[in-house]
């Protein structure tokens, strides 16, 4: 599996943040492959959240794999790892060659069109430790990527993410910003996200 990179790696110009964006991290026939492969053979699951004291259904799957005896916690919900099939192996290296990380898990999130979403919030459970690295893949139907600082509410920052993009979040970046993949009407296909994290 190659990671093909058509484009120069797009460093965003924000404070407090070092996120890097590659448009053409796998090219569109990699991407294509592993979008259908991910789609059917996944552990998809929705998890039910609460919001103000109501109890919903998550508005996308989820799909947790990684290292073993290292769960995953956020939102009221705790995922326990799956192990790491072939193609998640192979996307996994790819991805820490790049990005120079050893990464423990990755959370699969299956937005299956523009009512499933994402909203306001920062990877920044404690199980991520100081600064964490978050390496996002998109695959699918892009999706915008909202960025909005904690305290300057004018700094603010949308990303289309493109078939088989990588984006890359480092450094301070979930101590002073949050983000979020915000619902739409437009009609739009089904997307897949793989995060890959160091859970400590």
């Given amino acids: 599996m190659n990671a093909l990179f058509q484009q120069e790696p797009i460093v965003l110009d924000l404070p ?3 996120i890097i964006y590659f448009p053409h991290f796998f090219n569109t026939e990699e991407a294509d492959r ?3 492969e991910l789609k059917n053979n996944s552990a998809w699951q929705q998890d039910e959240i609460r919001v103000f004291g109501k109890i919903h259904p998550q508005p996308r799957l989820t799909a947790l794999y990684g290292e073993q005896e290292k769960p995953y916690s956020y939102a009221n919900i705790t995922m326990q790892p799956l192990e790491w099939t072939p193609i998640l192996q192979k996307i996994k290296e790819s991805v820490e060659s790049t990005c120079q990380t050893k990464f423990t898990s990755v959370l699969l999130n299956y937005y299956r069109d523009g009512k499933d979403s994402n909203g306001w919030h920062a990877d920044n459970e404690k199980e991520l430790g100081t600064n ?3 390496a996002s893949i998109s695959l699918g139907a892009e999706r915008v990527f909202q960025l909005k600082h904690n305290t300057d509410k004018e700094c603010k920052k949308n990303i289309v993410l493109e078939h088989g993009s990588l984006l890359l979040m480092k450094g301070t970046t979930q101590q002073f910003w949050k983000h979020q993949i915000p619902k739409t ?4 296909g089904p997307r897949i996200n ?3 994290r160091v859970i400590i």
């Fill in 16 to 18: 407090d943040a070092e």
């Fill in 34 to 36: 592993l979008f259908s």
């Fill in 132 to 134: 964490p690295v978050i």
């Fill in 185 to 188: 009407t437009k009609p739009i």
């Fill in 194 to 196: 793989l995060t890959f």
